[in-house]
Every structure is written in C-alpha cells, then in structure tokens.
C-alpha cells in the first residue's frame, strides 16, 4: 500500500539528555527518521530537550521545541501546529513513557493526533513484565520460570517458590536500571527493595537465572501488509549475566548453528506478530542454552532500540529511515533504491564481513564504583571495528576505545599475576576481553577460562591463535620476518605500533618495511547485500586484500577527523559539530570525508558526508585513507581532543591542517608559551607551574601557593583534575595521574578560590573576531565547566567584566593566529578576570550557543576554517530573547554508592537547555538558591 497521503505533519518525541542506557543512537534514529519523513513532503515537529543534538538543529526537522518532555509541553505544541500523527518509537524508552502518559491522559485523542510506528498496547505488553510472560506462554515461546511481584511481601514469597538463584527486572525501567542478579537470600531483600523502588509502577519480575547462557539479538522490520524481515543477527561475546550494552557484540552471530538460528527467527516474528499489528521497527532478545541449544525469549522492544543503530551500522540498511516510512504507510516493496541506491527495503542483509562492538567505559570519573558488570548498563559509549575475520574486526574496536591500547596485546601492557587474571576472568568487568588475552598468555587454559567466563570455546580459540601469532612473530626482527606472517599478522587486524613492540623496532619501520612488501591496506564497500547487487553507497571499511573498492576523485576533498566513541568529557556535542563541518564543506564545493568508528552517532551516517570511512580514528588508519585520498587537508578541531591529539603528527608528515595551525593549537596548551603570551598581551592569569614528575611538582607548588588545580596536559573533561591544598595530597595526586597517563606534563593552577566562572566562545579568521555568545557558571569556580549550570548570557555580570572578557578574547584569538572556533574559561574576583585556559577548537558549549541564538555557528567557523569566508562575510542576526539555561545531567543512580560531590573532574553525561524570559522566573531562582546552598554544605 503506498504511503497514508492523509498524514502531512508528523510530530517526533526525542529521547531528552544523554544518560547510561539511552545515549547518542536515538539521536541518530530520530535524526533518520525526520530527514525520511521530510522526504516525503511531510512537516516534521520534533521535541527534545538536548541541545547538543542535532536531532535538535534546523537542518533536520521544519519546526523544533527545546522543551522538557512533559504533557504540558506536548498540549502547548498541538493546539499551535494541526499534527496528524506521532512517532514515538526513535525516542527510547522516554519517549515512548510520555507517549503512554499522554494516551492515558486521552491528549492524542483529544487533538486527533493518530500514533504510527507502534502499538500502545505492544508498549504495554513488552514493558510490563507479567503481561509478557503471558503473552509468550500463549505464543509458546519459552520464558524463564517466574512471575511479577507488587510488593516486599510477594516478592519473598515467589523468591520461596522458585528457589535461587534468582534475576530482579523492574518493569519499564531502561538499561537494566535496578534490575541484577540474586544468588542467595541475604542478597535477595536488598536487590528486591531496590527493584521495586526503581519500577515507575512499583512492579519487578522475580524469575530464575539462566546466568551463563548464550545470548543473541535479532533486529526487525515489518510493514502494514506483514512482511518481516530479519535485518542482522547479533551474539553476545559475553553470555547471559552483562547486560547487552556493557556487553561486547558481535555480527553476525558467529557461534550459531542454522538449525538454531532458523528457529530463533521463526520465534522472532511469531513474538512480533503477537504483540501487535503495528509498522515499524522491532528488537528481540534470546538466551540459548549452550548445553542442548533450547531458546528461551528475554525481552522485545517494539521500537528502534540501541541495537538498531549498530545493526544499521554494521549492514548498511538505514533501520530508522526504512521505519519511518513503513510507519506512514509504505510496504518494504514499494522502497525501491532505497539502500544500495539499486535494491528495494524487501531484502534481508548479507554480510561478507564480521562487526565487533565493543562498549567504552568511564569507571574513573567515579571514584569508588562497583566496576563488575552486570544487569545494569555501565557504558557511556561504545566503538565498532569491521575486518574481513572476526580477528581484524577485534582488533579495530580495540583500537577504537582510546584506552591507550593499541589492539589486543602486544603493547607491553599485559597482566601476569594469575591470581589477579582469574578473579577478573570469574567477575565480569570492563577490561575482561584483555584478561583473557593475558591469561592464554600467561598458559592458562581454554577449558579453565571457559569454566570461569562461560564465553564461548569459538571465541576463545580465536584469541588464543592471536597469542600464538604474536609468539611467533617476537621470534623474529624486522629484517628477518617473512612476508607471509607480515602479512597474516596485517590481515588479523595487528597495527604496525603492535608489530613494532614485538620486533623492538620504530612503528614507522615497520609501516615502510611491510609497504616494501607489496602489503598494502585496501578499502571495501558496505553494500548490504555481499555483492550481489552493485551498490553506491560510499561507505567503507579497510582490509589486506586484493581488490580496492574505494576509487579516489579528482575533486578537491577535506577529511573532518570525528570523535570516536562517547565519554563523559567528550559526548554528542563533537558529533554536531563535525556532521555541521561536513554539511559545511560540501556547500563550499569540497568532496567531504569522515573518518570516525561511533556506530551511535550521526557522523557515520553513510549520507551524510560524500565518503564514510569506518575505521578507527587512529594514525595507521588515518595515515593510509590521506595518502589514498590526497586531501586538501584535515580539518582537527571539530572532533574534541581525540582529532586534536593527532595534529602533531599530521604536521610532521606534512599534512594541512585546515583552520588554527598546530602551532596555534600547541602553544595554547604549552603553559609556558601560553603564559608569555597572556603576559605580553597584558592579560592576567593565575599563578602556575608545569611538573613531569612529583618533586618537580613539590618544588613548583612553593612558588605558586595552596590551593592548587593540578591537572594533566592535553585531555578533555577534567579528566585527573583536583584541587589539593597541601604538599601530601599534590604528591599523591600527581603520581596517580601519572600512573594513568605516563610521560605526560602535569599542570598546576592557583586556584582562585570563591570565584565566578565563565566562558566565551568565538569564531576568528585571523584578522577579524565575533564572540558568538558568553556564558556565566552558576556555580563559584571549582567544579567542572561541564558539571555547571550555566547561563546565556551572563545574569549578574557587570558591564566592566563583560568589556574585560569581550577584549581579551579578542586579544588571544588573534594572538593564536586563530582560524575557526575558540573557546576561553575565566574566573573573576574582586572585579578582575583571569584566563583560566583558551582551547583553539569547537567546545562543548557551541552546539548549545547555536540552539540558543539560532543561528549555524559551526557552518560559519568552517567556511571560514576553509578560507572561503571571512568573519565579516557573515551576516550575524543571533535570536537574544530572554536567557538559554545549561542543565547537567547525571547517571549517579547507575553508581549508588559513588561520592556524587561535584568538583572540577567531570562527571555529567549529558545536558539540557531551558528558556527563560527574565531572572525573576521561578525555575531560575530554584536553581541559583539549591546550587548555592549545596555547593556551602
């Protein structure tokens, strides 16, 4: 049936801040879903409270509300805009919460408003724990024996039926929030009460573990005529016990016999069909039983989910676009060229390659936390690696996570204390997959390994023949090793700085000798469909094969470099404004490139820029797609601190670097140059000193004073950042930031205790400056920029401190030779202000000036990073209506027994914004007075 013609306006519920357990990939999704429905003519409304997005930009929806997710927000948006329908399903479990409110409330029937892409009552059913295991039972689909409870007493007496050990699932709770598993009674009341309390109905299912069985995923789509189609099987490296976003993924399933998994497929779509008659997009979980291979289902979403973004990813097939277009009324047959640009929707992906998913994790931010994996998600982001072999791919992901590792092994940082490996090969953790490698290493068996992990002996074997490899490779040295364990080596997915440790030689050695062998990196096509079509979607992956699928054009062509996977630090902001860099630089007339291996975002979207490479944003891999493509230049400060890191070494092998040069970039970090510059431009800043090593630091903190910000050189997000106010905590602080980042520069701020903060944010080209907008912290100095509440513009700054702040700003943008964004970080006292850093780059707080002011800052900063425009070219017409409110977001509640004070390491994991007319408004007041009052206690 062809598309509903009746529905012309559409609106979109979003998924609200960044938190663990529902991030950047409904970002990605609603993104998808409103360029899709665009196409189509149809008027998108969208509302989501995340500035950071750019799900929230005027580029992809017709008309956007920066409003909380709230009933009262919803109204307000209908009775001004004639909507025809909601999609509900690209938001996550928060829109779908408000999607459910406003139904019950009786909202979308009271303004006419039909919900396409899902069925309420499939909601219902898939949320509610005991409706769900009805449902199954009804369907015969296996469950694990259980049943809901509504209180303490119900639960002690299902516990008492059943027997242990047990699992705990709140009912509508996201990323395994307040779920875990139970092995005995003295756990059971703790983990019951904290179940119930989590439940926003007050309800947890109590059933028995099926802790250690395999774990799979299948990812769906079914249109209004009934077509299903399987898009991607994903196993679960880890088995039943970590929840599938801490867990490591792998596509497609590598350890599942056909037999198996054409059955799962049937309970798949016999499971979607049951729970309702709705278009759209469908994830469903199952645990096989490793001894006879029996299935059990898990959980369904009727909705795009987390796994949707990697299944798109990982094939090629745009889920959240195809969803769209099923949910207005289009069959999977009627989409004809809508994924290679030469095959129809109706087609199940094949794949002639292997993903890894591997998720990234920021246990240091929170000192004290339980660091095991379990029910309940802990990741804050994650990376993708695709190789031709499950090695390669492995390798990549690993190469990916910016943990200083380069892959698995072979970078002299390996554990050898066996008691240490097998407790942490027995308790899930983040670093589990190294422990393995370290503990084949070390001789410790498969079947000793297998017994403590229950990971499967497939995956196993495949990381020991990588311990083999690397053996035999430290038997030789670079002149000697053969050309065929060069390359086997290459082709298992070994960096060249990996073969260059085992053969105590240079990475660049090593990189010239394997070149001198005819080993050389060649880039293929996603196609979706293993060649059987031809296909013109230019996304790539790299190998060391044969044939190079990746033809390189004559045109003039910019690389943007991205920002690798999401960190506390380092989030979705990078992601607007690289996907605006790209959006940017194709208008100027340039065939634009990303390199970048978030599988969440919508950078790696394979329409977005005119070539995707998918690979790790690591120098190797940079290195050989700019010889390939022979760019223009690279642009660095749009990707946050994981591009900039690279600028040295592009200037080295003589690479441009479009906008600031590294120079520039490099002397604002160096605080001795930085300092001069400040004192010769008359500049004030607080007292410093650099330290390599702990006396160095004692000797400096003599001169300088208590208290001191003691931080490292060249990281985002405060990472290592304290204020120590004496000689014994300074020693200690400075030799663990060295324990974690050695041979790095630590730096040593007086800190300007009871000062206010803030921060102004410009565009340069070098000759001209315009401050795209000044923000004032709520909070006094001292607890991270990213943790603030902040203000835009200032609300009590005096017209002194504002000239002073606009006139500096000016000064160093200049003095830096800056070509593109900067931002500076002040404190101000008695009426002075202070330069407490100035960073060459796009910052956290553009994307949320943008949306603010309304106005494509990042696109402006580009052309003028190209050179094609000066700051004067651009007419600056900012909306300054009121005051843009900066609200952190946190996800203490996935670290409960976490100190939750705030300080200057960074600990939020997302923001909002919220408008005002003037300071008298009540929210305003509510958060000045609590900020202030908990920051005295």
């Known amino acids: 049936m062809p598309r509903n013609k009746e529905l012309k306006s559409v609106l979109i519920i979003g998924s609200g801040p960044i938190i663990i357990g529902q991030a950047c990939e409904f970002d990605y999704s609603g993104s998808q879903a409103a360029r899709s429905l665009r196409e189509e003519g149809i008027e998108v409304t969208l509302i989501n409270s995340n500035p950071a997005t750019i799900m929230t930009d005027s580029v992809t929806a017709d008309n956007i509300y920066l409003k909380p997710l709230e009933k009262k927000y919803i109204i307000e948006i209908l009775k001004k805009h004639k909507i025809d329908a909601v999609l509900p399903t690209m938001g996550g479990q928060t829109a779908l919460n408000l999607a459910i409110d406003c139904q019950e409330a009786g909202i979308w029937e009271d303004f006419g408003v039909e919900i396409i892409g899902v069925d309420i009552n499939a909601i219902q059913t898939t949320e509610d724990r005991e409706l769900f295991r009805k449902k199954m039972l009804e369907l015969n689909v296996n469950v694990c024996e259980g049943r809901t409870a509504k209180s303490f007493l119900e639960g002690k007496e299902i516990a008492q039926e059943i027997g242990f050990p047990l699992v705990i699932r709140p009912s509508f709770t996201l990323g395994g929030y307040g779920g875990g598993f139970v092995h005995n ?18 309800e947890v299912l109590i059933e028995q573990s099926i802790l250690g069985w395999k774990e799979y995923e299948l990812e769906l789509l079914r249109d209004g005529a009934g077509n299903v189609i399987i898009i991607c099987s994903i196993e679960n490296f880890d088995p039943m016990g970590v929840h599938t976003g801490d867990s490591i993924t792998v596509a497609p399933a590598m350890t599942l016999p056909d ?19 709705f278009a759209g997009g469908c994830n469903v979980q199952f645990a096989v039983n490793p001894e006879d291979d029996s299935i059990v289902g898990i959980e369904i979403n009727p909705r795009v989910s987390r796994s949707s973004a990697l299944a798109s990813k990982a094939t090629g097939y ?59 998600m802990k990741a804050v982001g994650e990376v993708m690696g695709i190789g031709r072999n499950f090695q390669e791919a492995l390798q990549k992901a690993c190469q990916s996570l910016e943990i200083n590792r380069n892959g698995m092994g072979a970078d002299g940082r390996e554990w050898t204390k066996q008691e240490q490996i097998l407790d942490s090969l027995e308790h899930p953790s983040w670093d589990r997959i190294f ?107 790299s190998a060391f094969d044969e044939e190079n699928e990746s033809v390189s054009s004559d045109k003039k062509k910019i690389i943007v470099l991205g920002a690798g996977p999401n960190r506390i630090g380092q989030g979705i902001e990078f992601d607007y404004c690289c996907v605006h860099g790209v959006l940017a630089a194709k208008e100027a007339g340039y065939e634009t490139i990303m390199i970048n291996c978030n599988p969440e975002t919508v950078s790696t979207d ?49 690479v441009k670097i479009i906008g600031t040069s590294y120079k520039a970039l490099d002397l604002a970090e160096d605080r ?26 004692l000797e400096a ?54 000062a206010i903060e803030a921060e102004a944010d410009a565009i340069c080209d070098g000759e001209n400056v315009y401050i795209i907008g000044i923000m004032q912290h709520i909070e006094p100095a ?131 914004i919220y408008f005002i007319d003037d300071l008298r408004d009540e929210f305003f007041y509510q958060i000045y007075s609590e900020r202030n009052l908990y920051l005295s206690r």
């Open 185 to 202: 009674k003295e756990e059971f009341e703790t983990a019951l009460t904290r179940g119930l309390h989590a439940s926003p109905v007050h």
């Open 259 to 277: 037999t198996v998994y054409q059955h799962m497929r049937d309970l798949a779509i016999k499971m979607m069909n049951g729970i309702g008659k």
């Open 318 to 376: 745009p889920i959240a676009k195809i969803a769209a277009k099923l949910a207005i009324g289009y069959n999977l047959d009627e989409l004809k060229n809508a994924i290679t640009g030469s095959t129809s929707a109706f087609f199940e992906p094949t794949l002639d390659y292997v993903i890894v998913k591997i998720p990234r994790w920021n246990f240091d931010k929170f000192v004290g936390a339980d660091r095991k994996l379990g029910l309940q």
């Open 435 to 541: 422990r393995i490698y370290d503990a084949l290493k070390l001789g410790i068996s498969r079947k000793t390994i297998f017994k403590l992990t229950k990971i499967d002996k497939w995956f196993l074997n495949q990381i020991e023949e990588l311990v083999h490899l690397e053996q035999e490779i430290k038997g030789y040295t670079l002149e000697s090793i053969p050309e065929e364990l060069m390359r086997l080596a290459k082709q298992k997915g070994y960096a060249d700085r990996q073969i260059a440790h085992l053969l105590h030689c240079l990475e660049s050695e090593v990189y010239n000798k394997r070149k001198s062998m005819g080993i050389n990196r060649v880039w293929k096509l996603v196609d979706t469909c293993a060649a059987e079509f031809e296909a013109q979607t230019p996304y790539y992956y």
């Open 606 to 654: 394979f329409d977005i820029s005119d070539k995707l490479y998918f690979e790790p944003v690591f120098w190797e891999h940079i290195y050989e797609i700019i010889e390939h493509e022979k760019p223009e230049g690279v642009i660095v400060q749009l990707g946050g601190q994981t591009a900039l890191k690279l600028a040295e070494k592009l200037e080295r092998y003589g």
């Open 672 to 697: 001795g140059s930085f300092s001069d510059l400040l004192k010769k431009n008359d500049i004030p800043y607080p007292e410093f000193g650099v330290a390599e090593n702990a006396d160095e630091a």
């Open 701 to 754: 903190c003599k001169e300088i004073g208590f208290p001191l910000l003691v931080r490292p050189s060249y990281v985002l997000g405060g990472q290592s950042m304290k204020i120590v106010i004496n000689e014994e905590e300074l020693e200690e602080h400075v030799v663990d930031i060295l324990k974690k980042i050695p041979n790095n520069r630590i730096l040593l701020d007086h800190f300007l205790d009871g």
């Open 782 to 912: 001292g607890i991270h920029s990213g943790d603030s509440y902040a203000v835009l513009p200032p609300y009590n700054l005096g017209d002194l401190i504002i000239h002073q702040i606009e006139d500096y700003t000016r000064k160093i943008a200049l003095a830096l030779d800056t070509v593109g964004l900067l931002n500076i970080q002040f404190a101000i006292k008695d009426d002075k202000v202070y330069i407490i850093e100035a960073n060459p780059r796009a910052s956290r707080t553009v994307p949320f000036i943008c949306k603010a002011y309304g106005e494509p800052y990042v696109n402006y900063a580009t052309k003028v990073m190209l050179g094609d425009k000066k700051v004067t070219d651009f007419d600056f017409k900012p909306t300054k209506k009121g005051y843009a409110i900066k609200i952190p977001v946190f996800s203490f509640n996935k670290f409960p027994n976490v100190n939750k004070q705030l300080g200057p390491e960074m600990k939020s994991t997302g923001e909002a």
